[in-house]
C-alpha cells in the first residue's frame, strides 16, 4: 500500500512541476504574442487614419457652410445646430469607442 502511495505522491509531484514550468514559459509567450497582434492592429488602424485627408475635408465642408443664405445661417446659429451636431459627433465616438470593450469587462 506504501509504495502505491509513494508513486501516487511522485507522479502528483512531477504533474505539478510540469504544470508549474509550462505556465511559467506559456504566460510570457501568450503576452508577448496579444502584445504583437496589438501592435500590428494598431500599425495597420493608424495607416488607415493617416490615409485620411482631414483637411481638406474640413475645408470642403466650411466652404459649402459658407455658401448658405444669411438668414438661414443667422436662423441656425439661433438654434443652436452647430453645437447639437457637435454634441452628437462626440456621442457618437464615445459610443463607437465604448463598443471597442469588450461585453465581459462591463457587466457588473
Do not use: C, E
Not at 504566460?27 to 495597420?44: E, N, Q
Amino acid at each position: 500500500m506504501s509504495a502505491i502511495l509513494s508513486f501516487l505522491n511522485t507522479f502528483w509531484q512531477y504533474g505539478k512541476d510540469i504544470l508549474s514550468w509550462s505556465m511559467g514559459n506559456v504566460k510570457p509567450l501568450l503576452t508577448d504574442t496579444i502584445k504583437d497582434v496589438f501592435t500590428g492592429v494598431m500599425a495597420v488602424a493608424s495607416g488607415v487614419i493617416n490615409t485620411l485627408d482631414v483637411g481638406t475635408i474640413l475645408t470642403q465642408t466650411s466652404a459649402a457652410w459658407g455658401l448658405l443664405d444669411p438668414r438661414i445661417a443667422w436662423f441656425m446659429v439661433n438654434l443652436g445646430i452647430s453645437q447639437g451636431l457637435g454634441i452628437l459627433g462626440v456621442a457618437y465616438g464615445i459610443r463607437f469607442l465604448l463598443n471597442l470593450i469588450p461585453a465581459a469587462f462591463t457587466r457588473v
